[in-house]
Structure formats: structure tokens, C-alpha cells
């Protein structure tokens, strides 16, 4: 039987993890299958990862149940200043094979954290993106930040369409028979994706690997 979500996620103790929105994770799904105290306490022991496993580990004296140990993860991973939170978000960045969604989410942990505004979500989320996905996205206004999440997404699709990302692009398979669409038909169709993405504004600069697609417009 499949576990309900929030019984199975662990914990790392990673500085982008939510302690809290874990714990209660955890304790709601526990309730959906009206497990004992003592059941979810072992359930939580399973969970911990990494350093937070280790951490578990060097505790003296050990937590006896579930409400000692939730107390004690919260005063150990879930209490951090805004000075913190700023410090935190300045060290994420877009790894060279991480998605855009990813990226993302490690930097919503601390938005949320830190109740971020919405102007500054967009600049944190913009300056650390990878370049060549950046420079397409700078040249238009996004009304928020999950409107600029989704723009960055999809100019992170055509470029991946095109081979120019260091991961392999998200693809149907195509059905045994069916030809191959040539490589003009499919810059012909990123070059209209590009353009409704800009709405009719092809940038004056853009990155020189990817200004091919601009050629015929």
C-alpha cells in the first residue's frame, strides 16, 4: 500500500529545507493512517538523511518521542534570521545541469522564510540563473515571479530543443514510423516559439549561441 504524501520525505538538514512544513508533513500523513506516537517517532528516526541523521546521532541524552524530537529539529534547523536567510539565498545559483524548477525551489524555501517581496523574488531569481537563459529573459517584464519561473522554463525547453544546454532536452519519443522533422522545420518552429515568447520584441542583443534562431525574422 502506498504511503500518503509526507510519510515517506526525508530530511537532509539542508539550509533550504522547510523543518517545519516537514514535520507537519509528516504528523498530518501520520494521522490519514492513525498511526501511534511511537509508530511516527520510529517513521521520523527513518527519515533523517545526511546531517541530520548524524546529528540525530550525537544527541545526548537521545529524544524519547515524536514531540521531543520535532522541538528539538525545530530549534536546530528552523530558526534562522533574516540576515541569515539573505546570507543563504546569496549562495544558490543554477548548477550547470539543474532546472530551472529546481533552482527555483531551492530559493522559494527562503522566500517563503523570509517573506520575500515579490520585486525582489524576481531579482534574486533573475541574477542567478544561468546566462544563457537570463539573457533571453531580461529583456521582458514579468508581471511576478511565477510568471518569470514559466518564461524561464520555456526559453530553457527551446534551448534544450536546440541542444545548446548541458542536459538532455524533455522529448516525446517519437512513434516507429514516423520521420524525423528535419532540423530547419524545427528551428522554424523554436524561431516562432522564441517570438510569441517575446511577443513581437526580438531582443537588439542576443546570446551569439543562440542568435541563429533570429536570422530569418
Known amino acids: 500500500m502506498t504511503s500518503p504524501q509526507g510519510l515517506d520525505d526525508l530530511f ?32 521520523a528516526k527513518l527519515n533523517l538523511h545526511g546531517r541530520a541523521k548524524e546529528w ?15 522541538t528539538l529539529m525545530v530549534q ?15 549562495a544558490i545559483k543554477q548548477e550547470p545541469k539543474e532546472r530551472v524548477q529546481r533552482y527555483f525551489e531551492r530559493l522559494d524555501k527562503f522566500f517563503r522564510k523570509g517573506q520575500i517581496q515579490d520585486v525582489e523574488q524576481r531579482r534574486r531569481f533573475l541574477a542567478r540563473l544561468r546566462p544563457e537563459i537570463r539573457k533571453l529573459c531580461v529583456v521582458r517584464n514579468f508581471a511576478d515571479i511565477e510568471e518569470l519561473v514559466g518564461g524561464a522554463i520555456e526559453v530553457e525547453r527551446v534551448l534544450g530543443e536546440l541542444g545548446e544546454t548541458p542536459f538532455e532536452p524533455l522529448r516525446e519519443e517519437q512513434d516507429e ?6 532540423m530547419e522545420h524545427q528551428v522554424a518552429n523554436l524561431n516562432n516559439t522564441l517570438i510569441n515568447f517575446f511577443k513581437g520584441g526580438v531582443p537588439n542583443s542576443i546570446p551569439s549561441s543562440s542568435s541563429t534562431l533570429f536570422n530569418e525574422c
Open 12 to 43: 537532509w538538514g539542508r539550509e533550504y529545507e522547510d523543518v517545519t512544513d516537514w514535520a507537519e508533513r509528516l504528523t498530518m500523513a501520520a494521522e490519514v493512517r492513525d498511526l501511534t506516537p511511537d509508530k511516527l517517532f520510529k517513521i
Open 56 to 70: 540525530f546521532r550525537r544527541l545526548q541524552p537521545a529524544p524519547t518521542d515524536w514531540t521531543e524530537l520535532r
Open 76 to 90: 536546530k534547523y528552523g530558526n534562522i534570521d533574516a540576515d541569515d536567510i539573505r546570507m543563504k539565498m546569496d
Open 177 to 182: 514510423g514516423v520521420a524525423e522533422t528535419s
